[in-house]
């Protein structure tokens, strides 16, 4: 894609490809119950953002481990703790297999999601969760990568964002191969995510 | 919980608690009485700036919320969200139907009451106010006052105590 493109095209061409995922998620029965299959899609692949503690991240940084990501913002009053939430029920009902997905909450609201706001909001759901972030470009460019819509929705002297509020699973080698409704129960996340874990 | 709504006249102490107990008595009969049930606010962390407020709201008559107010925020306003093609957006809005005996329910997945610019880290267990204003079909307008608690953020949703 050319960065010549306009924010409005951006938009526009992202809100197409996402049609395109809900689509084939009708007519193609994949390997997954729940889920949308998005094995082998490039999403992803290529992000550098950084953890509370300053430390350089990548997909690779979690190489053997089940990612689950998603994008948000600290004050989103449901999507964001609803995920969250769930994804603490997904990692107690995976029992032992719980160690191995790893929760990432990547901000796109690094404006306002100061790295200690952040680290502190996603370990009071779970200490094991790590939130990452980027300045506003590194954040563009990442939500872009994985096809995240984003928009700022002004309200008075501040603002709400708008957002995909998808999570991402990747298995244990980086290859992307799950999206996750916000409507899907933790039952339903669980039973696809083992198939994930099984695979890799 | 329930919080039966006082009418914003200025009654003496003792009448006030006649009037109190016998509304008690009378339930749904009186001409506009509007419960409010599960009041809550997320918790949130050190300097986070903002949160929401989730409750069961029922009124006896066709009206309407037309606000809500908090001390605890510097803006409190009523959202609404709507999730489309995975997006999730949130619109103010500046009412809220309540059509008469028909519980509308404030959780995360339709609408919520926005908290924004805490003054401080709202912990669970704090009990915060929520001021709010019922308007009937006759115009008039009616204020209930509950002490929404603080549940921790990692809560679900209004519906279920975990």
């Not at chain 1, 298995?171 to 995510?193: I, P, W, Y």
């Not at chain 2, 997320?42 to 001390?71: E, H, N, W, Y």
């Not at chain 2, 306003?77 to 619109?91: C, F, G, L, P, Y």
Request: aromatic fraction near 8%; glycine fraction near 6%; charge should be neutral.
């Amino acid at each position: 894609m050319s960065t010549l493109l306009t924010r409005r095209e951006l938009i526009a061409g992202i809100g197409v490809l996402s049609l395109g995922v809900l689509a084939s998620f009708d007519s193609v029965a994949g390997t997954f119950k729940y889920g949308w299959d998005l094995s082998g899609q490039a999403r992803g692949r290529s992000f550098t953002l950084k953890d509370p503690q300053s430390n350089q991240k990548t997909l690779a940084s979690y190489q053997g481990r089940v990612p689950m990501i998603f994008f948000g913002f600290t004050q989103c009053p449901a999507a964001c703790p609803t995920a969250l939430a769930r994804a603490v029920k997904i990692k107690k009902l995976l029992g032992p297999d719980g160690d191995r997905l790893k929760v990432i909450f990547i901000t796109l609201d690094p404006e306002r999601d100061t790295p200690a706001v952040l680290d502190a909001y996603v370990k009071a759901f779970d200490p094991t969760f790590e939130a990452l972030y980027g300045n506003l470009e590194e954040t563009a460019a990442t939500a872009e990568e994985f096809g995240v819509f984003y928009e700022k929705n002004p309200i008075g002297s501040t603002y709400t964002l708008s957002h995909t509020a998808m999570s991402y699973v990747y298995d244990a080698k980086g290859v992307l191969r799950l999206g996750f409704s916000q409507s899907r129960t933790e039952q339903e996340c669980v039973e696809d995510l083992l198939t994930v874990m099984k695979a890799s | 919980m329930n919080f039966r709504s006082r009418k914003t006249v200025v009654i003496k102490p003792l009448a006030q608690a006649a009037i109190l107990f016998s509304l008690l008595g009378m339930a749904w009969q009186a001409s506009a009485q509007t419960r409010i049930d599960d009041a809550w606010v997320r918790a949130t962390v050190p300097g986070q700036q903002s949160t929401g407020a989730f409750l069961k709201i029922t009124s006896s008559t066709d009206s309407k919320l037309v606000s809500v107010q908090s001390p605890v925020a510097r803006t409190v306003q009523m959202h609404h969200s709507t999730m489309q093609n995975e997006v999730m957006r949130m619109d103010p809005v500046d009412s809220v139907a309540l059509p008469a005996g028909k519980t509308v329910v404030f959780d995360p997945d339709s609408y919520h009451v926005m908290l924004i610019g805490v003054y401080a880290q709202v912990k669970e267990g704090d009990k915060v106010p929520l001021t709010l204003t019922v308007e009937g079909a006759n115009g008039k307008t009616e204020t209930i006052t509950v002490e929404a608690s603080a549940r921790a953020l990692n809560s679900s949703d209004s519906g279920k105590m975990n």
